[in-house]
C-alpha cells in the first residue's frame, strides 16, 4: 500500500512527551493489551469495507488524506487530550489554535479578526449566519440571508435553526451565483447577508464576489464567504482563471470567512475555521461559565466559540503541519494546490478531446473538480449510463463520484435556472484534491477509457 511513517514519528514523540511528565509516579492504564490487540485487529478487517481514501486512484469525493505529520501530531497529542473549550483543558493546545488561526487568517491578509476552530464548515457558517443575525438585529433589522442555488445546502437548515429567513438565488450555467437574479432580491430591501460560495462544493464554482462587493457599496449587507473546501484557493489566484482570480483577491473584504483545514488543509476530519473581519463581533459570545475560567486572565476559545468542548488535538495537528508547510504564497503547500488544479484541467481536457463526453458548456474547471456529462438521447439514460460508468470504473479500481446537475449547463436549455427536481441529469464528477493525480492521470485515464469502452460501446 504505503510506507506509513506515522508509526515511526508517533513512537519517538510518545517517548519525548511521556519524559515531559517523568515526575509523577508511574500507573498501570486500564485494559488488557492482548484483548485490546485482538479487538483492534477485527476493527482494521471492518475498516476495509472503505473506499482507499488514501490512494491517487481514490478520485470521487472531496476526501483529501491528512498529511502524516498532521495524524501522527493528533496521535500523539490523544495521549492527554486536551479540550480547547478552556485553557484549563488545553494549554498548550489554545496557544496552537491562536497561533495556527493566525497562519489561516493571513492567508487573507487579516491581523486583526477574531476567529477560532469548530468541528467543521458547517458549525463554523452557523457561527458566522448567527453573527450576522445579531449584527441585524442591532442595525436595522434586515434579516434575510440570501445564498446561490449552488451554495451548501446547510445554508437554508442552518438559517431555519436561527430563525432568518432564506432565499435562494439563481446560479449560472457554471454554477456561480447570478448578478442580476442578486440585484432583483437587494432591491426588495431586506436583504441583511450575503453567502457568497468561494468553491461550490459540487463543481468547485466561485461565485463572483468582487461583484457582489460593488453591490454592497450600493444596496449595503453583510457577506459571508463560504470558502470552507475552497478558501486555500487565495493562495494562488494567480494560476485560477479571470474570473475566480477577482474573486479570491476581493475574499479580504468579505465580513467573514469559513474555511475548512480538514477539506484542503490536509486535516483529520473535526477541523473547520470561521473569521470575523471584525473582532468587535466578540461581544455577542458574551457568556458566564462559572467553572471553567479560574486559572488564567488570558482570553479563553470558550468564549468566542458558540460550542463548549473541542478537540485541542485538531489545533496541534494544524500547528504541526503549519510548521511543515507553511501558508504561504510560492510554498510547497500552495503548490500542491496548483497541482490539484493542473490535474483537473488536464482532465477537462481529455475529456474534451475524447469526443464523447459532454463538459460544461460554460468552460473548464474553477478550481480542482471536474464534471461530465454521458451521452444519451434522454436525462434518464444519461443518468443511468453514468451510474454504469462509475461501477465499471470502480471495478478497475478508480473511484470518481456521481452529481446531480442541470441539464442545461450541458448545453440543454435556458442559460440561468433555479435547481429543483426537474431538468437534473446524474453526471459524473471527480475531486482532484491530492496533488498526486496530477502524476497519476494517465493511469487514472487508461482505466477510465477501459471502463468507457465497456459502457459506451459495450466492449471490455
Ligand atoms: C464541505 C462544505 C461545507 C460543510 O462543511 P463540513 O466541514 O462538511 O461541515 C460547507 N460549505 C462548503 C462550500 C463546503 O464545501
Redesign the pocket.
Known amino acids: 500500500m504505503f510506507a506509513d511513517p506515522v508509526p515511526g514519528l508517533l513512537a519517538r514523540a510518545t517517548s519525548l512527551l511521556e519524559a515531559e511528565f517523568a515526575a509523577l509516579p508511574s500507573f498501570e492504564p486500564a485494559g488488557d493489551p492482548a484483548e485490546m490487540a485482538r479487538i483492534l485487529e477485527i476493527t482494521a478487517k471492518k475498516l476495509g469495507d472503505n473506499y482507499p481514501y488514501f490512494h491517487p486512484l481514490y478520485a470521487g469525493q ?1 476526501l483529501k488524506p491528512p498529511h502524516p505529520l498532521a495524524r501522527a501530531a493528533y496521535a500523539l497529542a490523544m495521549t492527554l487530550n486536551p479540550n480547547n473549550h478552556a485553557r484549563d483543558g488545553g494549554r498548550a493546545s489554545s496557544q496552537m489554535e491562536i497561533e495556527a488561526v493566525g497562519h489561516i487568517a493571513a492567508i487573507f491578509g487579516w491581523e486583526e479578526f477574531l476567529g477560532h476552530l469548530t468541528s ?3 458549525f463554523a ?1 452557523l457561527e458566522a449566519l448567527w453573527v450576522a443575525g445579531r449584527v441585524a438585529a442591532g442595525r436595522r433589522g434586515d434579516f434575510r440571508v440570501v445564498g446561490s442555488a449552488q451554495a ?1 445546502y ?1 445554508h437554508r437548515r442552518i438559517s431555519a435553526i436561527l430563525q432568518l429567513p432564506y432565499t435562494e438565488i439563481a446560479a449560472d450555467s457554471y454554477g456561480r451565483m447570478s448578478l442580476e437574479a442578486l440585484e432583483a432580491e437587494l432591491r426588495k430591501g431586506d436583504v441583511g447577508t450575503v453567502v457568497a ?1 468561494l ?3 459540487a463543481t468547485g464554482a466561485v461565485d463572483p464576489l468582487d461583484g457582489i462587493l460593488e453591490l454592497r457599496r450600493r444596496y449595503g449587507f453583510r457577506i459571508h464567504a ?1 470558502a ?2 475552497g478558501g486555500y484557493f487565495r493562495l494562488i489566484p494567480d494560476a485560477l482563471d479571470e474570473a475566480a482570480r477577482r474573486a479570491f483577491v476581493a475574499l479580504p473584504e468579505a465580513d467573514s470567512i469559513v474555511i ?1 483545514p ?2 484542503h488543509g490536509l486535516q483529520p476530519y473535526g477541523c ?1 475555521c470561521v473569521l470575523f473581519r471584525d473582532p468587535a463581533v466578540g461581544r455577542f459570545y458574551k457568556h458566564d461559565s462559572p467553572y471553567t475560567y479560574f486559572t488564567s486572565s488570558q482570553l479563553h476559545l470558550g468564549e468566542i466559540s458558540l460550542e463548549c468542548s473541542r478537540a485541542g488535538a485538531s489545533a496541534v495537528a494544524l500547528w504541526a503541519t503549519h510548521q511543515l508547510l507553511p501558508l504561504t504564497p510560492g510554498g510547497e503547500f500552495a503548490h500542491g494546490l496548483a497541482c490539484c488544479h493542473a490535474a483537473a484541467l488536464e482532465l477537462d481536457r481529455r475529456l474534451r478531446r475524447d469526443g464523447r463526453f459532454e463538459a460544461l458548456v460554460a468552460g473548464g474547471p474553477e478550481l480542482d473538480i471536474v464534471v461530465w456529462k454521458l451521452p444519451a438521447p434522454t436525462a434518464a439514460e444519461a443518468s443511468a449510463r453514468a451510474q454504469k460508468l462509475f461501477a465499471a470504473c470502480a471495478a478497475r479500481g478508480l473511484h470518481l463520484a456521481l452529481v446531480q446537475l442541470p441539464q442545461s449547463w450541458f448545453g440543454l436549455g435556458r442559460d440561468t435556472q433555479r435547481i429543483g427536481q426537474q431538468g437534473l441529469v446524474t453526471c459524473l464528477r471527480s475531486v482532484l484534491m491530492k496533488p498526486e493525480h496530477e502524476a497519476w492521470m494517465d493511469s487514472m485515464w487508461e482505466r477510465f477509457t477501459a471502463a468507457s469502452a465497456e459502457v459506451l460501446e459495450g466492449r471490455d
Open positions: 472531496m467543521g464548515g458547517t457558517n451548501h446547510t460560495t468553491g461550490s462544493t463560504d470552507a473546501y475548512d480538514h477539506k473547520g
